[in-house]
């Protein structure tokens, strides 16, 4: 009844930019932080970034001063900036968003399926 959609993912070299975008579409009420998550093949997921209704931001240390999280909170859309991309941010990034919805309506968190960056040497 929410569903999460990802674009922008895709192959890049090191040193390179690119923008990923989540839309949440469905039955809405409202939402809660939206964030962006990262699995590596053989790592477990971990949190990338991830921001508040209210603007507030959290950030790994490992993305601080290179990714950047912003929010269209009329469209309900998460964006991840990602510049100065090294190899080691290869991995599937997931979307994430918790907040009401449904119907009826109730707490939900809900993933999108990934998308692929990689970053080539």
């Known amino acids: 009844q929410v569903q999460l959609v990802e674009s922008g993912g895709g192959l890049v070299q090191a040193g390179g930019s690119l923008r990923l975008s989540c839309a949440a579409s469905?039955?809405?009420?409202?939402?809660?932080?939206m964030g962006w998550y990262r699995q590596a093949p053989g790592k477990q997921r971990e949190l990338v970034a991830t921001?508040?209704?209210?603007?507030?931001?959290n950030y790994a240390d490992s993305v601080k001063g290179r990714f950047t999280i912003s929010r269209d909170n009329a469209k309900n859309t998460v964006y991840l900036q990602m510049n100065s991309l090294k190899p080691e941010d290869t991995a599937v990034y997931y979307c994430?968003?918790?907040?009401?919805?449904?119907?009826?309506?109730?707490?939900?968190?809900?993933w999108g399926q990934g998308t692929l960056v990689t970053v080539s040497s």
């Open positions: 994430n968003a918790d907040g009401r919805g449904g119907y009826p309506v109730r707490y939900l968190e809900v």
């Open positions: 469905g039955i809405i009420f409202s939402i809660n932080a």
């Open positions: 921001t508040t209704s209210g603007g507030i931001t």
